[in-house]
């Protein structure tokens, strides 16, 4: 029922059901995609994604989903949280989030994570607001 309510950004009841003791990670940490966090961040619901986070959900694909979405308010939900970083820098960079870029990198992201690979076929594909995050790593 959590999953339900989460995935529809219905926060009184996702606050409600995790008063009464819902259990916030239902499914299995290693089946990330049928979390009830992850499917939040899917549907960019940041304060439902607050409250499972604040509540024990696991963090990890947090980052890479929120970052991806490129959604500058759901990065920054995810960071408050703890969230492990892996992911998180390539997923900016590909959908082209400057701002989100730098906010990894200024919390901790490694540069590392992000390949020469994909920077050389960025480039090739002339893909400009890209070139520009490579110079940031």
Do not use: W
């Not at 959590?2 to 299995?28: F, N, R, T």
């Not at 940490?29 to 986070?53: M, Q």
């Amino acid at each position: 029922m959590l999953d339900y309510h989460a995935d529809a950004g219905h926060v009184e009841m996702v606050e409600y059901l995790l008063k009464l003791g819902a259990p916030v990670d239902e499914i299995s940490s290693e089946d990330f995609e049928k979390r009830t966090v992850i499917s939040a961040c899917k549907r960019g619901h940041h304060p439902v994604v607050g409250l499972l986070l604040a509540n024990g959900a696991v963090t990890s694909r947090t980052i890479e989903i929120s970052a991806q979405q490129g959604d500058m308010a759901l990065v920054k939900t995810v960071l408050e949280h703890g969230t492990e970083m892996t992911g998180g820098l390539e997923k900016a960079s590909m959908t082209g989030c400057r701002d989100i870029v730098e906010l990894l990198l200024d919390n901790g992201a490694d540069p590392s994570e992000v390949s020469s690979d994909f920077f050389v076929s960025v480039i090739e594909r002339e893909n400009e607001p890209c070139q520009t995050y490579s110079a940031l790593l």
